[in-house]
């Protein structure tokens, strides 16, 4: 029989006393990986001469070719800016109306107002425009508009914004009605809906509506709102924001809880101004921008 070959050891040992001494084998790294291992020190150290590596204090090393992310960035962004000159000239000078009849610069605002809607009016509306009844934030893809749904009205909406307030009408929320005649004002709203079944209560509650609670003056005649409604058969002010009270679309919910809610504790709503010199937000928007995010949320299925 061959002599076995006597396995390399590193000389250490342990527990010997038995007869079974505990060895450390000395188990080298395989070649091709030492040497992939020598070749990233390798790569690092041309990186580190070529490109930016170092922190310092108030800057960081450059490298000899200069390069950066940010630098990459600014040149890429001013070679789509350079290619969306003509495009953003031309839609400058169309009037919104003109736009959605022009196929291609109707697709080119759409995709820049999309973009310029999800950094914007997103966490607001939702992507989409599916909108939020937790925050009160209207739906954008149905046909039920709070002011005006043409392509004009929403851009005019979106530069200078809107500002809406429900009421309160319970005595313990600041108005000067006790909460059986809230409990008929909210049967009322639900019957102008379709819904609910006490008809006495339904019936205290239209004579308050359209009289003492003075619900008619913002939700018109019919109650179905200022931008459908008439008020003494008036067509009625559109910028008054007023929802339509008798489809099944709400704003908040149109439960019971959630309607009675509304009438004793009130609602506030606020649509920020995006014009250039509005008030209240920090990003403004370029008369451009204002344009292309107008015709999209038009084209998102509710326009008029």
């Not at 076995?4 to 590193?10: H, N």
């Not at 196929?103 to 310029?116: D, E, N, R, T």
């Not at 008929?184 to 006490?198: A, C, R």
């Amino acid at each position: 029989m061959s002599e076995e070959k006597e396995v390399e050891t590193t000389g250490h040992q342990w527990d010997d006393d038995e007869g079974y001494p505990l060895k450390e084998y000395n188990n080298p790294l395989p070649r091709w990986w030492l040497y992939s291992f020598y070749g990233t020190i390798v790569w690092a150290v041309i990186y580190w001469i070529f490109y930016p590596a170092w922190p310092l204090v108030t800057d960081y090393t450059r490298g000899l070719l200069g390069w950066s992310m940010h630098r990459q960035l600014d040149e890429e962004l001013a070679q789509a800016r350079a290619l969306q000159k003509p495009l953003n000239d031309r839609l400058e000078k169309m009037g919104l109306a003109e736009i959605t009849h022009d196929p291609s610069m109707l697709q080119y605002a759409v995709a820049g107002g999309k973009s310029i809607f999800g950094d914007n009016c997103a966490p607001c509306h939702g992507n989409g425009g599916t909108g939020s009844r937790s925050g009160g934030f209207p739906v954008l893809v149905d046909d039920d508009w709070l002011i005006s749904g043409t392509i004009e009205g929403i851009a005019d909406t979106i530069t200078h914004g809107h500002v809406a307030m429900m009421p309160a009408h319970q005595k313990e929320y600041g108005g000067s009605f006790d909460a059986k005649q809230v409990d008929d004002l909210t049967q009322f709203v639900l019957f102008l809906s379709g819904q609910g079944s006490n008809k006495e209560a339904q019936a205290r509650g239209a004579a308050l509506f359209k009289g003492e609670a003075g619900c008619r003056n913002c939700h018109g005649d019919l109650g179905k709102g200022s931008a459908k409604d008439t008020l003494d058969g008036a067509p009625m002010e559109k910028s008054i924001g007023a929802p339509n009270l008798t489809d099944a679309i709400w704003l908040y919910g149109g439960d019971e809880a959630t309607v009675r809610q509304s009438i004793a504790k009130g609602r506030s709503g606020r649509m920020p101004a995006w014009g250039p010199g509005s008030e209240g937000t920090n990003h403004k928007l370029t008369p451009l921008a204002i344009k292309q995010v107008a015709v999209y949320v038009h084209s998102l299925g509710g326009g008029q």
